[in-house]
Nanobody, 124 residues
Framework: QVQMVESGGDQVQTGSSLRLSCEISGLTLDGYAMGWFRQAPGKQREMISC????????FNSASTKDRFTISRDNAKNTLYLQMNDLKPEDTGMYYCATEWREGRICPRPESAYWGQGTEVTVSS
């Protein structure tokens, strides 16, 4: 059974930092494309950052690439998102997702496994 459990969301003030974690079980992750997505209240889900479990390539969205960093710990089967200099517009539910796509960086939302999300609230 595949499980993806996000954690690390919190209520913070502008300029703060958070590190989100996504612990994955039930999969052998070689070749899997991993991603962080977020959904702000009243808005569509957007892709934030992606990485392939087996390689160095990374995708970052233009809106967060200078502040957010995706990484992984292969030994712990855990995906991370380091978020610095948080802004109110970063408020939302953050989800991790994964799909087997050897050689690709980002999972396709319609085909991916998803976690339940972790909530980030940034106040000004």
């Amino acid at each position: 059974q595949v499980q993806m459990v996000e954690s690390g969301g919190d209520q913070v003030q502008t300029g703060s930092s958070l590190r989100l974690s996504c612990e994955i079980s039930g999969l052998t992750l070689d070749g899997y494309a991993m991603g962080w997505f977020r959904q702000a209240p009243g808005k569509q889900r957007e892709m934030i950052s992606c990485i392939n479990w087996s390689g160095p390539a990374i995708f970052n969205s233009a809106s967060t690439k200078d502040r957010f960093t995706i990484s992984r710990d292969n030994a712990k089967n855990t995906l991370y998102l380091q978020m610095n200099d948080l802004k109110p517009e970063d408020t939302g539910m953050y989800y991790c997702a994964t799909e087997w796509r050897e050689g690709r960086i980002c999972p396709r939302p319609e085909s991916a496994y998803w976690g339940q999300g972790t909530e980030v609230t940034v106040s000004s």
